[in-house]
DNA sequence: AACAAATGTGGCAACAATGTGGCAATTACA
DNA sequence: TGTAATTGCCACATTGTTGCCACATTTGTT
């Protein structure tokens, strides 16, 4: 799939020179020289990733200004600062009002399509469903597919097969409820109802040797089980 | 929830100062001299972002080795590359091989940890989009089915099962009397006339309690009840 | 205003779902 | 082959939910 990269920029010669590179790379550039045409085109579709100016024309802060307004629009979007301006105060700006990256105009364009790549494989990666990458993470739990294992609070759990997957199954989606024949696919297992609850029972037992107060496991009257991420 | 972050960095000095600083910020920090150790505690369990010199001790290149085989590990961690070196080849290759930034450790530590914010920012934006599925959105009133929650008013409401049908049926037409009947079946039962009024009864006490002057279920004499949404 | 019908209220008993301990059957493993 | 671990299920205890009733209150009608 064909990336979209929109640069926003005032001076023709700069924008025309990374817009050139990027195309090389095989990206999809369009170029803008203020926060209006930006703002127009952005309004109808927006790119896959954007590289602002600060100082855009008139507008001092024109880049800031278009970065909050994109964030507002989407808290995903890849947003790059690129700038003359090598101060941080600056930067630490820009990155708090939710820029992803904050380059200087004297790096050197392999770097700046490195960070653009870096970026893209980041947005790729986090894109696969949880089940796919072997590391879910999730507050003091983490669970680990491909070895099995799962981690509360730095310390090992020791569970079963079964019990490894019920967990993987309510934890995947924290906070939805799984009724037990759910609970039963998603662990590979087609038994009495009751069979749920000794492993939910099970389960919850192995958590509080390690941590007492473990209530993660939240018990939905009538409906199931589901995760609960913010018990502790 | 507390977000760990590891430090894996040779020079001593160095390590503790970044540590103290990321402490004070409200990180729980661990630190790690070599890649021996850090591979050993990460294989326990990782923690959320990961922060490497690429010269480690002995080995040169330690750093992008460690880097590489936690992206085996997870696709999905924060690394990012804190060095000396600033050349664009080792910016590059460190990008390459899956680091999502590339630092030189003249920079402030101000600016350090608004890219360490940053990267969380854009760790926690990218996770919601999977939870944001089944809403519907009614005014103060949110019903997530896969949650199998009611909100109002940023107030979670805990109502049982027959409860949240009985709201979700008449939340899902608005302005749309529902009779007794109507209600038995999208609530997947089948009594009598008065358990319903005692069901409705339960329900706006329930509402009540976390906002007194709640009335959107509303009693039409004869027919039945409907959610008006313009009342308060 | 008087009346009947419909709805609101508090409460309670029946019921259903879940938790618990334990045991037998099965499986894994040395 | 024997032993330990795992698993499914049962009986029983505990808890939360539900349906309904008697009675109060409201509503619409004559």
Redo the contacts with the bound molecule.
Sequence with gaps: MLKRIAIVEDEAAIRENYADVLRVQGYQVQTFANRESACKAFAISLPHLVILDIGLEQEYDGGFTLCQWLRNISTTLPIIFLTARDNDVDTVSGLRIGADDYLTKDISLPHLSARIAALFRRQEALKQPTAESSLLTLGPLTIDNQRMSIVWQQQSV????????MVFALAKNPGHVK??QQLMKD?N??????????????I??KFNQIDKDFNC?????????RWNKDEK
Tied chains: 1, 2.
């Design positions: 020791d569970l079963t097969i079964t019990e490894f997957w009724n037990r662990s297992i087609y038994v009495d109802d009751s069979t749920i609850t000794s492993h939910v029972k099970r919850r037992k496991i939240e018990t939905v009257y009538g409906m199931g089980y």
